[in-house]
C-alpha cells in the first residue's frame, strides 16, 4: 500500500559526524559511539558551550533524555540531543567526572528541560551540576541517605525522616506589609491532580506566580528492577505498569524497539502489522480517558462526557483482552514480535473491532457536540495554559502537547517503526498552543488512529496462512556485546517514550534509563500557568494528560 503520509517540504540538512566533531573542537575528549548515534566525550566544565553551538549551528533543538549512570571508574552523564525536524538526527554528548568529585556543568542554562532531568540524576545516581538553579531531590525526599542507583548504594540502610515533634501542621499565615501573597497546597490528595501529585503554588491575589510540581509519592524505582531482570524474558512485563492505565502495548513496544536494536533482531512483517494495530487500539483508549477527565476537571461533567468516555474505551479494553488475554497489564509483545496470532476464530475478532471502528465517527461527533461546542468548556479553554512552540522546545514536550503547539514532530513518521511508514494517515497539529488546541489534536488522532487499525485489518485478513509468521527466532538468552549503548523511541499515547540501555556483557542490562514524555510535559506546567488562575491551572494540568506512574517511575 502506498503511503499518505505528509512529508515536510524542506527537510533539514545533515550534519555529518566530521563536522560535528570539528564543531566540539578541542572540547571533546574521546569518541564513543552508541547505536544509531554518534557520541562524542566532552570535558564536565563544557557542557553549556557544546550543548549550545549544537543547538544553534547543527539544529539539534531537542534534548530528548538524560541518562545518568555510574562505572567503577567514573560518573557518566549522557545527553541525548536529536532534531524536532528530524529525530532520526542523533547524536550522544558524554560527560565523565571522576568518583571522588562527581562534579559537571548544568545543561539548564541552554535546555530549560535539564533542570528536572538533573535533579534526577542527582537524586538516584549522585552526580552534581553545578550552576543548577535548583539543586534539590526530585522523587525521594530531601532527607533521604543515599542515592539507589549508584554502585555503592546500601538498600538496608534505614532511612529516618525527620519531622517536628507536635508542629502544629496548620501554620498561622504569614503576610509581607506590601504584598498579598499567599502558599497554596494542592494535592496531594487532590481528585484534580490525575494521581499522586503536590503542585505548591504561590499567588498573588488570585493570579499564580509560581508553581511547583512535587513528585515522587510513586516511585517505584522501574529502572533498577529492569536492570535486576533478563532481556528475554523478565523485563517485558514492567513497561505495562509505567503508564498503568491504557498505553500498555506502546509501553512495550518502546523496551521492544530499543532491545531489538541492542541484540540486532529482526521482526517479521506479519507481527509488525499487529503490533501497529495493537497500539493504536492502545492510543484510542488513551485519548479517551483523556478527553474524559478533563472534560470532568474543567467543567464537572461525570453523567455525560466522563462515563461516555469510560463506555467507548470499554469496548477496547474488550478488544485488546481478546488479543492479549489481559485487560490492562498485556504481556502481549515479545522479543522479535507478539505472543501469538490474532484469536480464533479470526473472523470474529475482525468483525468485532470493524463493528467499534463502524460506531467511532458518530461517537466523535458526539464528542464535538458535547465537549468541543460547549460555551463554558470554550471559555475555559481557550486562550489558556498557552505553551508557545519555542517554549515547548525548551521543555522538551512532545506528543500532543508539543502538536498542540503547532510542533510537527510525531516518530511514527520522523522515525519511522512498525508498518506506519506503509499506512495512509496524517500528522495533527492545532497552531493555538491553548487548553482547547491539545484537545482538539487528541480528537483528531482518534480518527487517524482508527485509520490505521483499519488498513491494518485488512491487510491481516488477507495475509496468506503460510506467512503468518509472529516471532522471530530469537535465543533464549541474549547477551548482548559489553558497553554496546542504544537509546530508542517511539510515539506513545503522551509523547516521546524512550529507552536508554547498555549491555555490560551478561544477560542483564547494564543500565536501564526510561524516559518518560509525562516527565517533561509536567516541568512545563510552572511557564503555561504563571499569570493564570487556579482555575486555568487545573485546567492545564488535564490538559497535559499526565499518568504519575510514568513521571515517577
Known amino acids: 500500500m502506498s503511503t499518505g503520509l505528509t512529508r515536510r517540504s524542506q527537510p533539514p540538512i545533515e550534519v555529518s559526524e566530521d563536522e560535528l566533531e570539528a564543531l566540539i573542537g578541542d572540547r571533546a575528549l574521546a569518541r564513543d559511539d552508541h547505536l544509531n548515534a554518534p557520541g562524542f566525550v566532552i570535558r564536565p566544565d563544557a557542557v553549556q558551550d557544546v550543548l549550545t553551538d549544537l543547538r544553534d549551528e547543527a539544529g539539534f533543538d531537542h534534548l530528548s533524555c538524560l541518562t545518568a549512570q555510574e562505572y567503577a571508574d567514573r560518573y557518566e552523564s549522557i545527553y541525548h540531543m536529536k532534531k524536532y525536524a528530524d529525530p532520526t538526527q542523533e547524536v550522544s554528548i558524554v560527560v565523565p567526572t571522576s568518583t571522588d568529585d562527581p562534579v559537571s556543568q548544568s545543561a539548564e542554562p541552554v535546555f530549560r528541560t535539564a533542570d528536572w532531568h538533573e535533579r534526577e540524576a542527582f537524586d538516584l545516581v549522585g552526580i552534581d551540576y553545578e550552576g543548577h538553579p535548583d539543586p534539590r531531590r526530585i522523587l525521594l525526599p530531601e532527607t533521604w541517605q543515599g542515592h539507589p542507583l549508584s554502585r555503592g548504594y546500601d538498600q538496608e540502610k534505614p532511612q529516618v525522616v525527620t519531622l517536628t515533634e507536635h508542629a502544629n501542621p496548620i501554620q498561622p499565615d504569614h503576610h509581607e506589609a506590601e504584598s498579598d501573597t499567599m502558599f497554596l497546597n494542592i494535592g496531594p490528595h487532590h481528585p484534580a491532580t490525575h494521581g499522586v501529585l503536590h503542585i505548591k503554588t504561590v499567588l498573588d491575589g488570585e493570579t499564580v506566580v509560581d508553581v511547583d510540581p512535587d513528585i515522587g509519592y510513586l516511585h517505584r524505582c522501574e529502572e533498577q528492577m529492569c536492570q535486576n531482570g533478563t532481556y528475554r524474558h523478565q523485563i517485558m512485563p514492567y513497561p505495562d505498569r509505567w503508564d498503568y492505565v491504557s498505553a500498555g502495548l506502546l509501553n512495550e513496544w518502546a523496551y521492544a524497539r530499543a532491545a531489538e536494536d541492542l541484540a540486532d533482531i529482526d521482526v517479521p512483517e506479519y507481527a509488525q502489522i499487529i503490533r501497529t494495530m495493537g497500539a493504536e487500539l492502545c492510543r484510542i483508549a488513551s485519548h479517551m480517558l483523556a478527553l474524559a477527565t478533563f472534560a470532568l476537571d474543567v467543567y464537572g461533567d ?6 461516555y468516555g469510560m463506555r467507548d474505551r470499554e469496548v477496547i479494553q474488550d478488544i485488546l483482552e481478546d488479543l492479549t488475554g489481559q485487560r490492562l ?22 468483525a468485532k473491532t470493524r463493528d467499534f471502528l463502524d460506531e467511532l465517527p458518530a461517537k466523535v461527533d458526539e464528542y464535538n457536540a458535547l465537549i468541543t461546542g460547549n460555551e463554558i468548556f470554550q471559555v475555559r479553554c481557550h486562550d ?18 508539543a502538536r498542540g503547539s503547532g510542533i510537527d514532530y510525531d516518530l511514527r513518521r520522523d522515525d519511522p517503526y512498525g508498518y506506519y511508514e506503509n499506512l495512509e494517515w496524517d500528522v495533527v497539529t492545532e497552531d493555538g498552543c ?75 542490562p547494564g543500565r536501564f534509563k526510561i524516559r ?18 487556579i482555575p486555568d491551572l487545573i485546567a492545564s494540568l488535564g490538559s497535559l494528560d499526565i499518568v504519575l506512574g510514568e513521571v515517577d517511575r
Open 434 to 508: 491553548d487548553n482547547y488546541s491539545r484537545v482538539l489534536v487528541r480528537m483528531q488522532e482518534v480518527e487517524e488512529s482508527a485509520k490505521i487499525i483499519e488498513q491494518c485489518l485488512d491487510l491481516l485478513e488477507e495475509w496468506p496462512e503460510d506467512e503468518r509468521e509472529v516471532q522471530a527466532n530469537v535465543p533464549r538468552t541474549l547477551k548482548p556485546d559489553a558497553d554496546t549503548e542504544v537509546y530508542r523511541a517511539v510515539e506513545g499515547a503522551k509523547g516521546e517514550l524512550g529507552i536508554y540501555m547498555r549491555s555490560d556483557g551478561t544477560d542483564k
Open 384 to 401: 489558556t495554559g498557552i505553551l508557545e512552540p519555542e517554549m515547548a522546545k525548551e521543555y522538551g514536550c512532545t506528543g500532543p502537547v
Open 516 to 533: 518518560s514524555p509525562c516527565f517533561h510535559n509536567l516541568s512545563a506546567l510552572e511557564v503555561m500557568s504563571e499569570g493564570e488562575y
Open 329 to 350: 497489564m498485556f504481556n502481549y509483545f515479545r522479543l522479535g514480535g507478539v505472543a501469538w496470532d490474532l484469536p480464533e476464530p479470526r473472523e470474529e475478532f475482525v
Open 302 to 307: 461525570f453523567t455525560a462526557v466522563f462515563q
